[in-house]
């Protein structure tokens, strides 16, 4: 009796002390069932394409040519997360992408000064999403309806500017400046993959942990309260236009550098892999939530569907087709989950 006694008062501390920690793990777990959610959906996929294609999917090559080609999009759709927080739409981003890097490329050429020309391509980014700032919030055009002008727009004036032809960059090729950003890095992974990791942690850090976060979070949920807490909305918006347009025309430069040419049709297949990107990773259109991790984990998936689909036997064009029924899953997975 004595034993049983000593057994059952055992028990009952170690209930007592595993309780809270249950409560506290189905607590952590219900604030971020969106990012588990996405893991989730990554170790499927993955586990899929490992199951259907070993010999591609459980060698090393496969992910680093992920991380050579994923960032350039991954890092519009860290910025493309921020404004469907602030409850806006960009489409103008694979324009402005193409832009930005015709002004880096043109001021290389004309300079010799890579670093001068980015600086000039990225603050051409900037303007763009002023522009669309001041569209959306002085002259009250919808975000969907400005940046769609917007991206035909700039679009039209890269044609132009260029005369359809493109730029060479090959006097960078082994230039140690070009693979500070596109070349491979010490530890043995692409430096642009760096470059989104640190971009990604930094918008994290913007959106989560800084004062700036709190305005995008509280205009996307509800401007007009908002506005009555002393948040400048008009601001915030243009701001958030601006970060996209800036990280597009990075992108841009950097794809360009990889590629050592700019060309004028620069960006036009990155828009649907972008948004799919944000919208696998469980950013909503509805405003005022968002998540910079799942973008992050939304980015790879995308950008292994592709190899995953040809890997497997198919051809390429079912891409498409798989990357729209993902988002539709994810999108409907999400959708539960904020309900409940």
Not at 98 to 105: D, E, I, K, Q
Not at 136 to 146: L, R
Not at 160 to 186: E, H, K, Q, Y
């Amino acid at each position: 009796m004595e034993k049983s006694h000593s057994e059952s008062l055992a028990a009952a501390e170690k209930e007592l002390e595993n309780g809270p920690l249950k409560e506290r793990l189905a607590k952590k777990l219900s604030e971020h069932r969106v990012q588990v959610a996405v893991i989730g959906a990554a170790v499927l996929v993955f586990g899929t394409f490992m199951v259907l294609s070993p010999a591609v999917f459980l060698r090393p090559r496969i992910y680093v040519a992920f991380l050579s080609t994923a960032p350039f999009f991954g890092i519009m759709a860290l910025g493309l997360t921020l404004i469907l927080v602030s409850k806006q739409i960009d489409l103008s981003f694979p324009s402005t992408m193409a832009l930005g890097a015709f002004v880096s490329a043109s001021i290389f050429a004309a300079t010799d000064n890579l670093l001068l020309g980015m600086l000039g391509g990225m603050s051409v980014g900037a303007v763009v999403g002023v522009l669309n700032g001041i569209l959306v919030t002085k002259v009250g055009i919808p975000s969907i309806i400005a940046t769609l002008g917007m991206m035909f727009a700039l679009r039209g004036a890269v044609h132009v500017l260029s005369d359809g032809m493109s730029i060479s960059l090959t006097a960078l090729s082994g230039a140690p400046l070009r693979n500070v950003f596109v070349g491979m890095s010490p530890i043995g992974i692409p430096a642009q993959s760096l470059w989104f990791i640190g971009i990604a942690v930094l918008l994290w850090f913007l959106l989560f942990r800084h004062k700036f976060g709190d305005h995008v979070l509280f205009t996307g949920d509800n401007e007009s309260a908002a506005q009555m807490m002393g948040v400048n909305t008009d601001l915030t918006k243009t701001l958030v236009f601006v970060i996209l347009g800036v990280l597009a025309a990075f992108a841009g430069v950097l794809d360009s550098l990889r590629m050592l040419r700019w060309f004028p049709t620069l960006g036009e297949g990155y828009l649907l892999m972008t948004f799919g990107a944000v919208f696998v990773g469980g950013t909503s259109m509805f405003g005022g939530a968002g998540t910079i991790f799942g973008t992050f984990i939304g980015t790879f998936l995308v950008g292994s569907l592709e190899a995953g689909v040809i890997a497997a036997g198919l051809a390429g064009f079912w891409t498409r087709l798989f990357v729209g029924v993902l988002i539709l899953v994810a999108v409907t997975i999400h959708a539960l989950l904020s309900r409940r």
